[in-house]
């Protein structure tokens, strides 16, 4: 019951907003809908943590520690962003660089978008991730080139090509998947795409086509999570669409898609009885976090610059869950619920200290103390955070994912510290300037809401340094699922 | 129920060909019309033989996926893209980024990859169509080379849904079809996509009185 709620809310709200999206109301209205989807996701979480997984609707959903822990982040991560967006888009629409029509896709298309991440997060069937995980392409494509400006326009044709041809790799993985599952659970009964089901027989599934559905799989869905060498499409999309939705891209889909690979690698691995799978992860995710934190130096755009960060810590994330083991997967859930948290929250300032300096040239940037302290610090706050400073919670994921790394991969730890330091030297660089220099800019004419940024760093810091034990017990549950 | 009938093999073999003889044509094809037409008929061979494989194994529900098929592959799709480009004036594709002969040349080598790759799925399956998969992939590599070696707007969208029917031919050739379900789910992520693009290309030609997409490639690192 409760995940009809959480799938309908967001449709609902498309429809709603589709109506009256132009209307004064309507971000309100959006911020209410996104609440009340969180409440939804609220009780489903509780009743998870409560009888444990939920199997239910002819085994067409399929809830578990895993992906209720994804449901909630991405709730969350859904509401604050709509609260981000009701000053910060007004204030677009003040400038003129948006219309009230385009406030009403705007608004409708962000309910889809989050309706179909939560239908690809809840569905147990492989297909209908698949349908998810293309819809919630769909739905963003609109949204990157909202500005209709050239860049805009470059960056959704990109976004949607590159995506599209990422995605249809994927179905061919997936039909491989369910030539593979035909031939043990038998077409009948429309059992052989359930997760559920394939999980159970994994081990009876042919392992040459698993292996060659889960390339397909891994690069189609890798793509999709901004995995390099595939990754091109992320940081022209982030840069030019709309600030909340480069912090839900951010936040929440390169997240949903890395789930997706992760719920195909648990089959795959299960089916060849290998480390390969977790060796393709790790390979893919050292070369992203490597290739994202050289690109940091060379950026002067600053979405741009935290896009390439978005790359660097799912590269990360992906290396983490490529050695696998109940260390390293509970590291790497925490690196994603922190990562998702604090990106969202730097993408939040800084989209409103681009519009304080008119520009999202970083040269242009300066001074963002001087003028709006919570600006400023917000920036300072979350970059320190995404740098991994202690005793923020990122610090605490990538010690464990180091550690871990040092004591099992060694070879990888030289160029996990590259990575880091880099990215470190990079980003600190820039941001320093920005928040500490002199400038006379005005302030913004409507009061950002930064309560989300703050909330976001508050929850990201007490995880760094306390951790409750409800919440780590249901991170180490998710990460036995995972193996 | 199964009918086996001694011409249905054969007759599907020549049919996957025959889809792989057009996939090579619109390599070599410029005028976008042109490709728009053997994209039609494209969808007419995968209608024929899904209704083929759906006679002879007895499988209803590929009936079904070969009637949306015929609606939306050789009928809605190719007349938008007819009316699009007449409205759109976007005739000629006459920007190549590699010469025809030279594509060519790679298609082959791509099939031949296809072929190989194919090779243990073939072996494993049960479906009387097991031959062709290879020709599936083939015709999703070159659809892939198309997308890659064309500058015009409309004709990466043509490569792109070639490629989505190399992906449908898969599925019915070494599965008989994905779950109805599924199929229904792709049928509307093509067709809301297909439609997003024509909002696109309205916006594209708007902003830069082109669709060549040779104008978009300001966004790139320094």
């Known amino acids: 019951m409760e995940i009809l709620i959480v799938l309908g809310l967001p449709l609902l709200g498309a429809l709603l907003l589709a109506l009256f999206g132009a209307r004064r109301f309507a971000a309100e209205l959006n911020a209410g809908m996104s609440f009340a989807t969180l409440v939804a996701a609220a009780f489903l979480v509780l009743r998870v943590l409560r009888h444990g997984s939920l199997l239910t609707l002819h085994e067409q959903f399929f809830v578990d520690s895993f992906n209720v822990f994804l449901v909630a982040l991405t709730a969350f991560v859904g509401f604050t962003t709509a609260l981000f967006s009701r000053p910060y888009m007004r204030i677009e629409e003040q400038r003129g660089r948006l219309s009230p029509q385009r406030l009403r896709l705007y608004h409708s298309m962000y309910q889809l978008f989050m309706g179909a991440m939560f239908l690809a997060l809840l569905t147990n069937n492989m297909g209908l991730l698949w349908v998810a995980m293309e819809a919630a392409t769909l739905s963003t494509v609109l949204l990157v080139s909202l500005y209709r400006t050239r860049a805009s326009l470059e960056a959704a044709w990109k976004y949607f090509i590159l995506c599209g041809v990422g995605i249809a790799q994927a179905l061919f993985g997936t039909i491989l998947l369910y030539f593979a599952a035909e031939h043990v659970l038998g077409r009948d009964g429309m059992t052989a795409l359930l997760w559920t089901h394939l999980n159970a027989v994994k081990g009876q599934l042919e392992p040459r086509v698993l292996g060659l559905a889960f390339v397909f799989l891994l690069v189609g869905y890798g793509t999709k999570v901004g995995l390099a060498p595939l990754h091109n499409w992320l940081p022209d999309a982030h840069a030019e669409g709309p600030t909340p939705v480069s912090a839900v891209l951010s936040g929440l889909l390169l997240n949903v898609a890395l789930y997706a690979v992760i719920r195909c690698k648990v089959l795959v691995e299960g089916s060849i009885g290998s480390y390969l799978p977790g060796r393709m992860l790790m390979t893919f995710g050292l070369l992203s976090a490597v290739v994202g934190a050289f690109f940091l130096w060379r950026q002067r755009d600053i979405k741009r610059l935290f896009a390439y960060s978005s790359i660097e810590h799912m590269g990360i994330i992906t290396f983490a869950f490529g050695i696998g083991g109940p260390i390293a997967n509970f590291a790497a859930l925490l690196h994603m619920t922190v990562h998702s948290l604090t990106k969202s929250s730097i993408f939040f300032t800084a989209g409103h200290a681009s519009q304080t300096a008119h520009t999202q040239q970083m040269d242009g940037i300066r001074g963002l103390a001087g003028i709006s302290p919570t600006i400023g610090w917000g920036l300072m706050l979350g970059s320190l955070a995404i740098l991994g400073m202690p005793p923020f919670g990122v610090f605490a994921s990538e010690f464990l994912i180091l550690t871990t790394a040092m004591r099992e991969h060694p070879w990888t730890t030289p160029f996990l510290l590259v990575a880091l330091g880099v990215a470190f030297a990079a980003i600190f660089r820039k941001v320093q300037p920005m928040v500490f220099g002199e400038s006379d800019a005005p302030p913004l004419a409507h009061s950002p809401a930064l309560v989300p940024v703050f909330i976001h760093l508050a929850i990201v810091l007490t995880l760094g340094i306390y951790m409750p034990f409800a919440m780590a017990e249901w991170f180490r549950a998710a990460a036995r699922l995972i193996g | ?222």
């Open chain 2, 1 to 222: 129920m199964p009918h086996s009938h001694h011409w249905i093999v054969p007759s599907l073999n020549l049919l996957a060909s025959l889809l792989l003889l057009i996939s090579f044509a619109m390599l070599s094809r410029r005028r976008t019309q042109r490709l728009i037409t053997l994209f039609a008929w494209q969808g007419a061979i995968l209608f024929t033989s899904t209704c083929l494989v759906g006679y002879s194994s007895g499988h209803k529900e590929l009936y079904y996926s070969a009637a949306l098929t015929l609606m939306l592959k050789v009928i809605a799709l190719p007349w938008i893209l007819h009316r699009l480009i007449q409205r759109l004036g976007a005739q000629w594709d006459s920007e190549l980024l590699v010469n025809i002969p030279t594509t060519m040349l790679v298609g082959l080598v791509l099939v031949i990859f296809a072929f190989g790759l194919a090779q243990p799925i073939s072996l494993m399956a049960t479906t009387i169509t097991r031959n062709t998969i290879g020709i599936a992939l083939a015709v999703i590599f070159l659809a892939f080379l198309m997308m890659i070696t064309r500058r015009k707007a409309v004709t990466q969208v043509i490569g792109f849904l070639a490629m989505e029917n190399g992906l449908f031919f898969a599925a019915t050739s070494a599965t008989y079809g994905m779950p109805m379900v599924i199929e229904l789910g792709i049928a509307l992520d093509l067709l809301v996509g297909f439609f997003i693009l024509g909002i696109f290309f309205f916006q594209i030609r708007e902003q830069f009185d082109s669709l060549d997409l040779s104008h978009l490639e300001a966004l790139k690192e320094e």
